[in-house]
């Protein structure tokens, strides 16, 4: 072969070498494409192996987008994205010996700028709970004269998603410090939470108490106003009405006196209601946040709630600063959590541990929105007792945070049927933002 034709030769290769590469660009929207393998790992000793059909998630840290896959029989999804860095996640449920096994995990990292990425997800395991957060109201509600929002209407509901009567007396109400999760956090050490190789959560301020026993019945639920249990629309129209017989509070004037968190609570709740606090750290109300609380309810082990609190060995001084002492609670005393994250906002960081919940439910303040438990379908729909009085046809949800079970467990209750709430421990998947409180219906 002449060396004319050599180099027409190569040419022509380079040509299509170039010409199939920008096809290939072209086709995928002009990026970059990886293969990526996420690998499931399971506790060691748990007795559980991986299995094929479990849905891992991938989300681009830069976006909102997301991709789905589920594993193959190796415990393995593989995706096919553009470069860029993902967050990994997981969820999983077994049932053995009549528990609910739940495992959970997150990999806030991964980096996709090679052909080919490999990366793993560490799974957490926990027992699924009895007692669930059905509700967390604490964005508030526009003012009626346009001029802001009153968000001093908070209020959480329990549900006991079991079949019996449960004895709730020595359950404690926590949130994490740092309070706002857009805020920065001094408790990442080289992208890691440092206290998540210690197996605990940090809970600021204080801790709240039911000073009464309480039993909560199968299917039924308890509200706890966490400020002002007084009827709020009489002054703003699109708030609550948190002064009833049945509902529980917030309210300890010893320890928290901020008559703007704590107005004295309505007279139709009887101070057996009244919830009290051991406070170890400053100010004068319990900041829960309107923008993205960690929230949590964990009961004590082998202790009671006033030992562990007064033991100085689960003090944490946070950022190492005096005036933010935080106790230390297990994470296995933990019954329920949820993390919520404020919709849209660049830098939103993780506070609960995977093992309470793996991942985030968004929030939108100011405007009346609610955090909603989504429906366990299969099971609700399960019941024999339920034939004839399940609603459906649910649009309640935020543009697209709803509950894909189509069930309105609302109008459903009300209409005589036993709701079973999902419960993975992971608030990506269990919860949604509601357009109004469930307190408005």
Not at 143 to 161: E, H, I, R, W
Not at 213 to 222: P, Y
């Amino acid at each position: 072969m002449s060396m004319m034709k050599k180099m027409l030769f190569a040419c022509c290769v380079l040509i299509l070498i170039l010409a199939f590469s920008a096809c290939k660009e072209k086709e995928n929207g002009g990026y970059q494409v990886s293969s990526v393998s996420i690998r499931l790992v399971y506790p060691e000793g748990s007795g559980f192996e991986p299995v094929e059909g479990v849905s891992v998630t991938l989300k681009n840290t830069s976006g909102s987008t997301t991709f789905s896959q589920s594993t193959n029989a190796e415990g393995v999804a593989v995706f096919e994205v553009p470069q860029g860095i993902y967050e990994a996640s997981a969820s999983d449920k077994r049932v053995a010996d009549a528990k609910v096994y739940l495992f959970n995990g997150l990999n806030t990292s991964v980096n996709v700028t090679q052909e080919t990425v490999e990366a793993t997800i560490k799974l957490e395991m926990s027992l699924g709970g009895s007692v669930l957060i059905k509700e967390l109201y604490v964005g508030g509600c526009p003012k009626d004269d346009g001029s802001g929002t009153f968000a001093m209407d908070q209020y959480v509901v329990l549900y006991n998603n079991s079949s019996e009567t449960l004895d709730i007396s020595d359950f404690a109400l926590g949130m994490v410090n740092p309070y706002n999760p857009h805020a920065s956090n001094k408790d990442y050490v080289n992208g890691e939470l440092f206290y998540a190789a210690e197996g605990w959560i940090p809970a600021g301020t204080a801790v709240w108490y039911f000073d009464k026993q309480v039993q909560l019945e199968a299917g039924k639920e308890l509200v706890i106003a966490l400020n002002g249990a007084i009827d709020h629309t009489q002054t703003y129209s699109q708030s609550v009405n948190l002064a009833n017989r049945t509902y529980y509070c917030l309210y300890d004037i010893e320890d928290f006196n901020n008559a703007k968190y704590y107005p004295s609570p309505s007279e139709l709740i009887s101070t057996d209601h009244y919830l009290k606090a051991y406070k170890y750290g400053l100010g004068n109300a319990w900041p829960v946040s309107q923008f993205g609380p960690a929230f949590f309810v964990f009961r004590p082990e082998s202790t009671t709630l006033q030992a562990f609190v007064d033991d100085a060995s689960t003090t944490n001084l946070y950022g190492g600063s005096a005036s933010q002492p935080r106790k230390k609670v297990p994470a296995e005393w933990v019954v329920d959590g949820i993390e919520v994250f404020v919709q849209g906002a660049d830098g939103n960081q993780k506070r609960l541990l995977p093992s309470v919940d793996a991942g985030y439910v968004e929030l939108t303040r100011g405007m009346g929105y609610t955090l909603y438990r989504n429906v366990d379908k299969e099971a609700t729909e399960a019941l024999a007792e339920n034939e004839g009085k399940l609603v459906y046809n649910y649009s309640l949800g935020v543009g697209n945070s709803t509950d894909a079970s189509g069930i309105d467990a609302e109008a459903s209750l009300k209409n005589g049927a036993r709701i079973i709430f999902q419960d993975t421990n992971n608030s990506t998947a269990d919860f949604h933002q509601r357009s109004k409180s469930s307190l408005r219906n």
